[in-house]
């Protein structure tokens, strides 16, 4: 009996634009989704990079039916529905708002833009979108970690009682070495700004996704402590923070303190979260994905304190696509969880979360920590 | 430009028999190996179980091109070059004898089969095979965790000194209540045996693959803490063990310790292993599956202690691979990577290990463990 | 005011008879018991060793009134209520015997002798001075630590339900190091045994003392991987066990299985318990002696996981006596609560637990290990 | 042979005032000190606090010889050589003072005092009293941890390279009940601040001792989660700060965040402590004292990896006075770690640390955070 995807007669095309790290994470969650997932089918048809013989290659090994260097062109024809971009971060805008406008649906890597102005463009572009079923979202796959995604439903369901305080961190250290070499991701003309748009936007991401509270003002800091380093030209002056830190009032009366870093010796991918409310808590470290810490107040007294979880139980989030309980996910199923959800807001006609407002008001809190930072720590109110 | 599989003018063929757990496991090997792996190129032919639709459906979702029910007549066609066993364990030694003398290779789940008896035929047709350049290999995938195949190179390098001591246990709990009702795992003549052919396996593999040396004699004890369980038919015997426990003597000098259970309340799939050397020592646990703990008896004395490896650097073995440094690997990868080893034995002509001699000498240690068991533990030498 | 133990009219006068290690510690309980337990006073009178310029630097530095060579003059005294024997074991029995019938209540280090004989002959003499009320107690001080106190409440309440499987390990590495000098310890006719003795009984009491069942049966391994080192006089034969194993049968039904070494490269104190009931299980490890860990099989379905009480509550075992809450108590500690113990028995008349037939239990339990491990570990009923 | 503290001609007398919490603690390393360390040899004299009959129950039980209630009549004796002040902050200038002009050596709870001012003037006392040999330390007792004093001599030595990052922490949770009653300690006039003074003290002592380097600005918030809360006498206002967040720059150009909260579910006594250098950095936390955790960016590449260091080897600082590696230490051993530094800085002649200027240096950092919290965070300079 032949099978295979002609026997849905619609499967969704698909394109990715962008071939590097993040179009190979995305390509393994199209290619993947679903032998998992209940969802829309869907077909990988198209990769588009600007060089023609590296994204061919590509587009040959993570299982793409061909490649392309014109994302225009792409966005042209019939038999792709679904637009994800993967581009450099002051791509996203252009590409993102012709797609929306050509009626694809728009999957876009975070952060949203390098500037609120663009990202302000790109969320009215999503709203006119939305009116025309067409859909978007902003691709903050940590959502998608089924313990994350767990810890949220839990504090939406009130095992954590009224949350007051929140830690987010993210650490990394690939830059301790003063000796690493001068890159454009240190240039602020081309990435923006360092370990804040990069870390930073993770983790206020999940301050307020956890909370279901946004950020009302923010006071922070920003430090380069290797200001000067040594590229192909010679010695170059790094123009972006290499770490930084910002104390966040929410409207909800919590109060959340952010610490982000590529100096933290040691610490490899290390975002950890804790929110502490007045019944319960909860701690999370990406480097242990699979597990999640909770604190409940309320169990019996002498056996009190924090039980790690595993979230591996077909009744947790999203596992009952995967395996039997106690066998591990990867980082990569997050994007894979993410596509599930895209897809399944597709067929259902609901318009998928996080949504460009929720990529905008991650941008906003973000620039907010840069401009107190600009004046000496000053709150600054959003 | 149009590319694909069809760009390598011989990919490899793969059949797969059995479409549940494993079958599932292993589908998502074959569909991912190339996009990570540089080795031949393959292509999912057809996916073979009983049940025709249900085999349909699997095959469709899984990314196979067909479905079958008769192995037999797979094993005639030309275009299929590997034969990927993961039926239940009672079948092993017919389809893969069969597809060995058909000339196909041959993946086949662990244990390589319920008996040492079916194990020397099998492994007699491997030697048979290899001869005329056929491939066979025993699916001991937790050989590919990343962190375990670090701390067998580092015992290899002597990083650890002599090996002396090893503990090994695999804890699970989804026996431990009670009311779970008879199923056909705990009838020993479906399955042969319980906690001790399915977990004891892969921890006497891990003993003998880490340390690199035999096991050379036993003392063994089974248990079945539950002796009637209540099935469709009402309350029944309970014919296999519930958990076992051994001590076992390597050819090294070396002194092994075992135990395995299905009633370990709270363990979910708690493989764990300690090897103690003359200067080192390494510790994993499955359920921290990126992590090996390595103890330095030569390190710095003050700053001596157990470091907690994340083994997700590309210096780690299979990891260049993967993804950049600090980005988690689930269980699944285990057999992508598994997929990638056997692919590179065939590719270069080298024949891939673990051997069917291997999960021979695995059967034989569990016939003997059983065998002390039966008389007061005395023990039995092999 | 003049206050001091003067006011007291009666405390109870105390000699501990050994300096080294364990008088060290004895004297350690005795000083500071009073200050945090509500317990009869006692006053430090004298310590008793055999080098008088040694037991006397000793006694001052302790804090004894005076020091003394001669255990049986200080057995004469009327001023003496209880004997503390903290000498080698092989002096135990002489010691302990003579002080009972001196009228003197008695706490004896453990392993209670280094024979079962000696072992034997000590109950006799605890079961008639018991008559004449006076008490007698083996210094099994790790049922002291609050955490495994707290881990036999548990279960004794049902926490746990029915205990099926029990690992319990106690794992060291001051042997590791082949080339580490011959001592007495390692003799047999001086120390008896080697980890068998020193680590395994701690173990045994800890499976009868958690699970309140007894041993019935034992399957036993022993091991020496180092089998000549060097001493003052040249190379000599280690006479005594590196490392041993039993799988024990216990009078419930339950399964224990046990594993000591002092080769254990990396672990300086590693005493882990494991107990897996029917609907909880509890875990711990000496080196983080203020911890329990704790899976309960009936709590909330998506939150269930070991739960790692900090076991330092006022509502704790033992705690409402030392500090607030979150302030860690460190090894010491045991033998406070210990001296807390046998004095509130003394106080209230009741016989204090362990008493010597508890530690002559353990004595068969290790002597079944032995005589098993010489008929190769065939199973030895007790 | 008769012995006892009688043998040393002369001993010196100390004295402490107060007799609650921190009194208890002192009291444990007065009457235990001589045991472990070879320091000159004391006499616990007498014990000072208000009310009579308290005070002398308490004297009786830690073993002091006499209790008193007017602390200015213990100044002038000639047999008390040492003052130690456990009484409440407001108090401390006071007695202080008086004692120092008196002549006795001087030993002061932590915070040095409840204000800037205050501070001040207890330091010019000890700098008067130095000149004159007369002695003063400030009790920050976790400079005494093992750990921490390993860290710094780890740090001092260079292993760490330059440090750039800290992270200090101190998390309980007693207040996170709403419903907890109203208490002195919530009160302004009498506790000076909240977790602030109670906490903050701790962590900016350790993040100045362990960089070795001093702050030199700071931006800071503070919060009260619970603004009123039921006593006695009816509902009241809570006038201190639950909660409070810094960003420290010090004069190193490393940057230090402060997070310090009652309300933080969960976390009983969790002090963490992380310093990030070049190549190396460690991390701690009191609620695992025994422990730290140290990473080497210079091993060997395949095994880096955050080591656990038991800190229990007779190497580590202040182990060779307690007991075999392996034996864990706690809270308490930090007071008489505290008590032999005191000892021995007074035997030698040399000045003890940390000095009144430390502890005054520490009171201005929580004064800026003070300050700059109540501008809006904006940064203050010190």
């Not at 000796?179 to 206020?204: F, I, K, N, V, Y």
């Not at 242990?288 to 591996?312: C, K, M, P, W, Y």
């Not at 259902?348 to 809190?365: H, M, W």
Request: hydrophobic letters at 45%.
């Amino acid at each position: 009996m032949t099978i295979g995807p002609g026997t849905d007669p619609h499967p969704l095309g698909v394109a990715v634009v962008g071939y590097s790290f993040m179009g190979k994470a995305h390509s393994d969650a199209w290619r993947n989704v679903n032998s998992f997932f209940p969802t829309p089918r869907v077909t990988q048809k198209v990769l588009v990079g600007r060089d023609a013989a590296q994204v061919s290659s590509a587009a040959r090994h993570y299982g793409w039916s061909e490649s392309a260097t014109d994302w225009r062109q792409v966005l042209e024809r019939d038999d792709i529905h679904i637009v994800d971009v993967c581009t450099p971060g002051h791509l996203h805008a252009e590409i993102t708002i012709a797609a929306l406008e050509a009626g694809k649906h728009v999957l876009v890597e975070k952060p949203l833009a390098n500037t609120v102005e663009e990202a302000k463009h790109m969320a009215a572009a999503a709203q006119k979108a939305r009116e025309r079923g067409v859909h978007s979202m902003v691709a903050f796959n940590y959502r998608r970690i089924p313990a994350l995604a767990l810890a949220r439903k839990m504090i939406q369901e009130g095992r954590l009682g009224e949350v007051r305080q929140i830690r987010a961190s993210y650490l990394q250290d690939w830059l301790a070495d003063a000796d690493a070499p001068m890159t454009w991701r240190l240039r602020r003309e081309a990435a923006g700004s360092g370990a804040l748009g990069d870390l930073a936007s993770h983790a206020a991401d999940q301050i307020q996704f956890l909370s279901g509270s946004a950020v009302t003002s923010v006071s922070g800091t920003v430090n380069t402590f290797v200001k000067t380093r040594t590229g192909p030209h010679g010695p170059e002056e790094v123009t972006v923070d290499d770490a930084a830190w910002a104390t966040l009032r929410l409207a909800s009366g919590a109060v959340a303190s952010l610490e982000v870093s590529r100096f933290a010796t040691g610490r490899k991918n290390a975002l950890e979260i804790e929110v502490f409310g007045s019944v319960g808590s909860v701690a999370f470290n990406l480097e242990r994905l699979n597990e999640l810490r909770f604190f409940d107040a309320g169990a019996h007294g002498e056996s009190q304190g924090f039980s790690t979880i595993l979230v591996t139980d077909p009744t947790h989030p999203y596992l009952d696509a995967w395996w039997p309980a106690g066998h591990m996910l990867g980082w990569d199923s997050t994007f894979t969880n993410q596509a599930a959800d895209f897809l399944s807001a597709i067929g259902s006609g609901n318009a998928p979360s996080p949504s460009f407002e929720d990529g905008l008001s991650v941008q906003k809190v973000l620039a907010a920590i840069e401009s107190s930072a600009a004046q000496a720590s000053a709150a600054v109110v959003l």
